[in-house]
Structure formats: C-alpha cells, structure tokens
C-alpha cells in the first residue's frame, strides 16, 4: 500500500483512533483482525471493535473504531487512489462480472503490475480495500461493483476514479430492489457517468452511451472455437487462447480482451485464469460423468447460460439439473421461473431436482417427459438417480446454499 501517515489517518476517518507507540504510518488496511501484518490500520466495522487488542498482538500500526465505517474505508481508499498513477478499470454487470475480472486479472498481470480485487469484494467493504492495496509501482487496478439499488455504483466510482469502465451486460437481476429493467440500465449507467472525458466505456452492442466525451468499445459475440476444452478468441489480428469451453465466458473474456487493449497492452497466446469458487467449476464424476459447480448466484440471464453449457457439455449424455430459486426478481419471479421451466422443456434435460419457495414454477411449463423432484435437495434420490456419465449442473442463488449439494456428490479423493 501507498503509506499513509496516522495523521492523514485521522483526518481522513473520525473515530477512535489508537495507534502503537512505534507507528507514524500505516502500509495497509484490514477489516478482518485475523489478516493483519505489521503496519497495518484494523477497521472495526460492526462488532470489530472487540478484536483490537488482537490486531495489535499481530502487529498493526493503528486500529480505528470509525464514526461511520463505510465512510472511512471509502476515505482512505480515495486517498490512496488520489496518490497513485495506476490506470483504474471498474467492472460491473448483471451477470459475469467476477468472472470477467478475474480474466482481465489474468491478462494484465503477467504484463503490468497490476492490483485486482479479491474474490467478490465489490461493495462498500472490498472495494476500498482493494484501493488500500495500491503500491507505488503499481499500473493497473481492477475493482468489481456491485449493485443493489440506484447510486450505490457511483457511490463506489467515486473513491476508484476509473479510467475505463466495463459493463458485462444488463438483465433482471435485483429488480426486488430496483423495480425495472430500465432501472437497471439506469444503475449500470453510473460507472460511465463517473469516467473522466476521453475515459474508456467497454459495453455490449446495444447499450446506450449518452456522454459524447468518451471513446467507446462494443463488443457482441467473439470470434471464438473451441477445442479441447479451450477456447481461442481471434482479437485486434491475435489469436488468444484461454483455458474454459463455455460460451458466455468467451464473450466475458472478449469484454476483458477490449479493457485491456484500453489500458495499453497487447495480447497473444495463451491466458491462465483461474476463476473464483462455485462459478462453473467442473469436477468429474464416477463412470465419466461431470459435475458443474456453479451455485455462487443466479439470475434468468446466468440461468439460460449455465443450462446451454450443460447441454454442450454433456453431448448427448443424460442432463442433470438441481435448481434452487432465483432470488431478488421482484414481483415478476414466477414468471422468470416459468420461463427457465420452458428452457429446460426446449434444452431436453432429462431430470430437474429443485427446491425453494419459488421452484414449483419451474413445473409450470409442463416439462413433459422429464423426471422431476420438487421436495427439496433429496440428495439421496439424486444419488440413486445418477448414472454413469450423467453431466449435473448445480445453480441457485447464493442464499439457497446449494454448495452442500456439491459437496455431497463430489468424490472423495484419497
């Protein structure tokens, strides 16, 4: 981290600020008391306050009760970004926007030295934290936003000051707090709102750029193949090589492709990425079977995605799919089920087992011919319903927990 002086400190971030007898810096910030190294600042936030003593014990510079928690990470944060020349590329979407910053993570740090958020730090907590990472030397940072209402993506822009702004997509995700399609657009909106004039907006083919002042990339579908479980994009008159068959990650890895052209490098061969957990791991399963672990989050945009992939993969093997709700959807959610009902019906799977309060609706649709299993995760019809070489796909929301599923029918290796 760019130090910051206990003073700076204090200005910055009111609260209560208690500081080692040694310290007249700090050289990181923590919120977790378990992950502090010496020099760092510990930020009580909630019930944090309690383990002060234990961020002395290993080391920390300072620790701080702030008056207002948020605040103060966004505070210091900003001014950290305020101190650095690295280049800031904010990503967000309604779907796919860890996986296409953990690809452009992937592309740039073999060429720059570059800082990018941790798993799915996107809110008001990571993102600050990943500012707080910046060093002197560093050339590009790439944050993630999250968004669950109008303002919080600008309230998130403001202390990042991204120089290029990349929007994955937009569908009906978090329309329980947002109300609308529209309002969505308009929430994805505010990262380009925050870009300075000349500043980079990386968006898909249909969506609206009202500001003039910026240069502005599209992207559709790439010019992909896949083969061996790779697929090769061809970009810019390269051909680069990333280590995934699925086709939504190709049009995430094309969106990366066109941030990184922006942040001024140059990209060919392969590309090693290594995306974060419970988003389309695949693990093999007995008898030549697949298992694709993809439970981190839903929506009727990732939904129809994951279900087409599981089609691909399994090629002409019996499909598998266990479905929890998709939550946040507002009052139009069963219909968003029925319709993820009709796709299964049009993909052919052969057997649904799903649960939540919303998953009857998924049964709306008739899913004629299709064995089917409503009364909860029974993983032990679904142990006995498996087959050799049968290809499963587990998908929910979060808060539907469906990692236990997983972990149930994965292999234990020895």
């Given at each position: ?158 202390p990042a000051r991204p120089d290029v702004g990349v929007i994955t997509n937009v569908g009906p995700a978090h329309l329980e707090l947002v109300g609308s399609l529209e ?145 946040e959807l507002g009052p139009d959610a069963p219909r968003y089920h029925l319709e993820v009902g009709r796709l299964l019906q049009e993909l052919g799977i052969d057997i ?63």
């Amino acid at each position: 981290m760019i130090p910051l002086s206990l003073i700076d400190v204090a200005e910055l971030a009111p609260g209560r600020l208690a500081t080692a007898a040694w310290a007249g810096e700090i050289t990181g910030v923590q919120v977790d008391s378990r992950r502090i190294v010496e020099g760092d600042l510990f930020v009580a936030v909630g019930a944090g306050a309690d383990f002060c003593r234990h961020a002395f014990a290993r080391g920390a510079a300072a620790t701080l009760v702030p008056d207002d928690a948020f605040g103060a990470l966004a505070a210091l944060g900003a001014a950290v970004r305020a101190r650095s020349a690295a280049r800031v590329a904010a990503i967000t979407g309604s779907t796919g926007k860890t996986s296409t910053k953990d690809i452009l993570a992937a592309i740039c740090e073999p060429r720059a030295r570059t800082v990018a958020a941790e798993a799915s730090y996107n809110n008001e907590l990571g993102v600050p934290l990943t500012l707080c990472r910046l060093e002197p030397d560093t050339e590009i940072c790439i944050v993630e936003l999250a968004m669950r209402g109008l303002g919080q993506i600008a309230a998130l822009a403001e202390p990042a000051r991204p120089d290029v702004g990349v929007i994955t997509n937009v569908g009906p995700a978090h329309l329980e707090l947002v109300g609308s399609l529209e309002a969505v657009i308009r929430a994805k909106s505010e990262l380009l709102e925050a870009l300075p004039p000349g500043g980079v907006a990386v968006v898909p083919d249909d969506f609206r750029v009202e500001r003039e002042d910026l240069v502005v990339r599209r992207f559709g579908e790439p010019d992909a193949r896949v083969a061996d479980d790779r697929t090769t994009i061809a970009f810019e008159g390269r051909d680069v090589d990333f280590p995934f068959a699925a086709r939504h990650q190709a049009r995430n890895a094309l969106a990366a492709l066109h941030a990184a052209s922006a942040l001024g490098l140059e990209v060919e061969g392969p590309v090693d990425v290594a995306f974060n957990r419970w988003r389309g791991e695949e693990v093999e399963l007995p008898g030549g079977g697949l298992l694709i672990n993809d439970c981190y989050n839903a929506n009727p945009v990732s939904m129809r995605a994951a279900l087409e992939h599981l089609v691909e993969r399994a090629a002409g093997r019996r499909t598998v799919a266990v479905l929890g709700d998709m939550a946040e959807l507002g009052p139009d959610a069963p219909r968003y089920h029925l319709e993820v009902g009709r796709l299964l019906q049009e993909l052919g799977i052969d057997i649904l087992c799903a649960t939540g309060p919303l998953a009857e609706n998924y049964l709306a649709a008739g899913l004629l011919g299709m064995k089917w299993n409503l009364e909860g995760i029974d993983v032990e019809w679904l142990q006995e319903e498996l087959a050799p070489g049968d290809c499963v796909l587990v998908k929910a929301s979060r808060a539907m927990g469906l990692e236990a599923v997983v972990e149930a029918l994965t292999p234990v290796r020895t």
